[in-house]
């Protein structure tokens, strides 16, 4: 069985993040870091190897966390910003989990999209 590469380090991340990559090349980085348990760094490489479905399926996941964070970098990746409904249901999470900062920016951002949507014509 194949052993998954260990990740580079922050620094060589760094570069990668910012280079031009082939798909295979960014999905095995994806891979290394999702092995390692470094799902925010993952997402990038994921979303450089074009897999918005994978990407979508670890926003669900961070929903069911309540990590606000994660949430919201998946969105602007995937050019699709959580709405009101998606960030009451990370807070709850959150609450539900101990993470009041969590829960409380969520709450914030529900509040937000909220009021866009009721302020539109």
């Known amino acids: 069985m194949a052993k998954t590469p260990k990740p580079p ?3 060589k991340r760094r570069h990668l993040v910012e280079e031009t990559l082939p798909a295979p090349r960014a999905l095995a ?9 470094q799902r925010f760094d993952a997402v990038g490489f994921l979303a450089k190897a074009g897999e918005s ?13 309540g990590d606000v964070f994660l949430v919201r970098e998946i969105g602007a990746l995937i050019g699709e910003e959580a709405d009101a409904a998606t960030w009451n249901a990370v807070a ?8 009041e900062r969590y829960a409380t920016e969520a709450r914030r951002l529900a509040a937000a999209r909220a009021g866009e949507r009721t302020r539109a014509p």
């Open 9 to 11: 380090d922050p620094l």
């Open 53 to 65: 479905e994978r990407l979508r399926a670890l926003r669900a996941e961070a929903v069911a966390e």
């Open 92 to 99: 709850e999470a959150a609450a539900a989990a101990g993470k």
């Open 29 to 37: 980085l994806a891979e290394a870091y999702l092995a390692a348990g």
